[in-house]
């Protein structure tokens, strides 16, 4: 499959966005990113962004005060998902400007609407920005 969860969390640990592409139980998933929010947070800079944990690879990147997390099965490239989460950043950047914590929490539909259009299913379908925000932009103009 590619892709089984990506989470959206600030330093604090709070998450702020998660979209899971395997069903998992609320207990399981709450144990699950509890467990992985804790293991990516107590690393250093200096260590890299790759952590094997249970039977899923995360890959993980900070910008500013959000932590990406993808969680991808061990095949998975980790470049590529590094690739996959600075396209994600710099979408929401382009439609948000400077995309910070505030705008996942206060528009919270259209974060998952970008993850909806770029990943199906676990896999990346679309890595084109325009293509990404033509139907966030054609939304927001008929609201």
């Keep these: ?3 089984r969860f990506i989470l959206m969390v600030n330093k604090q640990g709070q ?4 979209q899971y592409y395997e069903w998992l139980t609320l207990e399981e998933r709450r144990a699950l990113e509890g467990e992985i ?3 990516c947070l107590a690393r250093t800079e200096q260590q890299c962004s790759f952590v ?7 890959v993980y990147r900070r910008y500013a ?6 969680g991808v099965d061990n095949d998975e490239n980790e470049l590529a998902i590094l690739e ?8 929401m950047d ?8 505030l705008d996942i929490m206060f528009h919270l539909e259209k974060a998952h609407f970008m993850l909806e259009e770029m990943v199906m299913n676990g896999s990346v379908v679309e890595t084109s920005k325009a293509n ?3 139907p966030i932009q054609l939304m927001d103009k008929a609201s």
């Design 1 to 3: 499959m590619g892709i």
């Design 15 to 18: 998450t702020r966005l998660a």
């Design 37 to 39: 929010v804790r293991k």
């Design 52 to 58: 094997e944990h249970r039977n899923y690879k995360i």
């Design 65 to 70: 005060s959000l932590f990406f997390l993808v």
């Design 84 to 91: 996959f989460i600075h396209l994600l950043v710099e979408t």
């Design 94 to 101: 382009r439609h948000f400007g400077n995309v910070c914590e």
């Design 132 to 134: 990404i925000l033509t």
